[in-house]
């Protein structure tokens, strides 16, 4: 699809992408990804990138999808509209790439899948001040600089007001529901049925009153994560502090970074935090977890990898974010002549830190012992470029929103694995609900 672009220059980076997310509320459909300046993602392309429209015309969105071909739906509306599109893969297409359903309670009500065809797109690189604007064929130059115009005089958003926030998160698992659900799986990897297991609950309000560009600005602010995720779809909001990437394809090479292993991170004494930093390379539990979802991984690519191409460049990699420590493995492939983006995709979804493994065995679990469906968390939001290119991430730390029914969703969860202390896992997911608390100007949670 033919295009007109504007490239301009942005005095300052930080100030452009806070009037940008300013600017996009007028809006009723936006993918805001940013990557928050994060220096060790060696991988990344862009700083930031937003993408917007009004009630657009070319849509693709699937839900509970009875001829399972969300996918291959994907690809033929690429090919329709061969440009920039963007949108979000939900958890719960795991029912089309496996034999599996979701039956728990979902609050949310999303689409399991949505992508559109953007009315502008902004680029800004990584460690660059040169931006681009991307408009429709036959822009002509006067409109793109009147929007780049509009977009500077845009006012910021404030990230520094504390919210006032009238309403508290009721746990839809009680602490004692969650100890009990961990013992339970622990006994199913006594059994033989899998060695690990991604076990998560919801916290959530039914009547909150959130600004959700506001709201994201603040739990942007305080996460700084390089998978970052401001989504708007209607009534419906992402906002989302990744630190972590599902899958990415740059030219022929599909690249995968799961994240197993988390420890809390102490920035005010530097020596206990590097201290920390080494307990949680050190530790064998994290270890194997990590060790486990690189090998699910590398099964998952094997799918669409030429033969001998699969690769761990990086393993048991201690990466540092504001608030926690993470392992990160890195697992690469070159992708076989042939397999289409989508079927690449397809045939790693949904990643394997957030499932278990064995893969589907985890699913029917998770599906057993959950009690929210899980919709668009741990799901993925990202871009496909026009020559097929695309990056997604992994849909955690984040906040759902429904703004028609006031319905605020906020998910956690870790692997299980048969040396877990359930205690400690409860308390695992509790500190990686913080920043979104903070977020919301609560301070904790049942």
């Known amino acids: 699809m033919a295009t007109s672009t504007l490239h301009f220059v942005v005095d300052n980076p930080q100030q452009f992408k806070q009037q940008l997310l300013a600017w996009a509320s007028k809006f009723n459909t936006v993918v805001y990804l940013d990557s928050n300046q994060y220096p060790n993602d060696r991988y990344a392309a862009y700083e930031c990138l937003l993408a917007v429209a009004n009630n657009p015309d070319k849509v693709i969105a699937t839900a509970n999808n009875l001829q399972k071909n969300s996918f291959e ?28 359903q979701s039956v728990n309670f979902d609050g949310i009500l999303l689409p399991d899948m949505f992508f559109f065809v953007p009315e502008i797109v902004v ?7 040169a931006a681009t604007i991307i408009l429709p064929e036959k822009t002509d130059t006067a409109t793109g600089c009147h929007i780049v115009d509009e977009i500077k005089k845009t006012q910021p958003l404030q ?41 998560c609950r919801e916290w ?35 906002l989302c502090a990744s630190p972590e990437r599902f899958l990415k394809k740059q030219s022929d090479v599909l690249i995968s970074q799961p994240i197993k292993g988390t420890m809390r991170r102490n920035p005010h004494n530097p020596t206990l935090d590097l201290q920390l930093k080494q307990t949680l390379y050190n530790n064998p539990k994290e270890r194997a977890e990590n060790v ?63 499932t278990g493994a064995p893969k589907v065995m985890a699913m029917q679990l998770i ?28 849909v955690i730390r984040s906040l759902l929103y429904h703004a028609g029914n006031r319905y605020l969703s906020l998910q956690v969860g870790g692997a299980i694995t048969y040396s877990s202390v359930p205690e400690q896992e409860y308390e695992e997911c509790l500190l990686k609900a913080q920043t979104a608390l903070g977020a919301l100007g609560l301070t904790d949670l049942q």
């Open 292 to 354: 486990m979802i690189v090998d699910l991984v590398r099964n998952d690519l094997t799918r669409s990898a030429q033969l001998g191409t699969i690769q761990v460049p990086e393993i048991f990699g201690v990466y540092s974010f504001k608030t926690v420590h993470h392992l990160i493995s890195t697992i690469t492939a070159r992708i076989k002549p042939g397999i289409h983006w989508s079927q690449a995709i397809k045939n790693a979804f949904p990643m394997g830190s957030m």
């Open 367 to 394: 599906e057993q012992y959950e009690n929210t469906r899980r919709g668009l968390f741990s799901g993925s939001v990202g871009y496909i470029t026009p020559d097929g290119n695309f990056d997604f991430n992994v």
């Open 123 to 129: 680029c800004l690189p990584k460690n660059s001040f």
């Open 73 to 100: 739906q994907l690809q033929q509306f690429h090919e329709q509209n061969p440009g920039w599109i963007f949108g979000f893969l939900g958890y719960d297409l795991k029912n089309e790439t496996e034999n599996l």
């Open 159 to 199: 990230v520094t007001e504390t919210p006032q926030t009238p309403f508290s998160l009721q746990p839809r698992m009680s602490r004692f529901e969650y100890l009990h659900c961990v013992q339970q799986l622990q006994q199913h990897i006594a059994g033989g049925d899998v060695y690990e297991v991604n076990l």
């Open 204 to 238: 959530y309000a039914s009547d909150a009153i959130i600004d959700p560009p506001a709201t994201f600005a603040r739990l942007n602010a305080l996460a700084e994560a390089p998978f970052s995720a401001y989504v708007r779809c209607n009534n419906h909001y992402l």
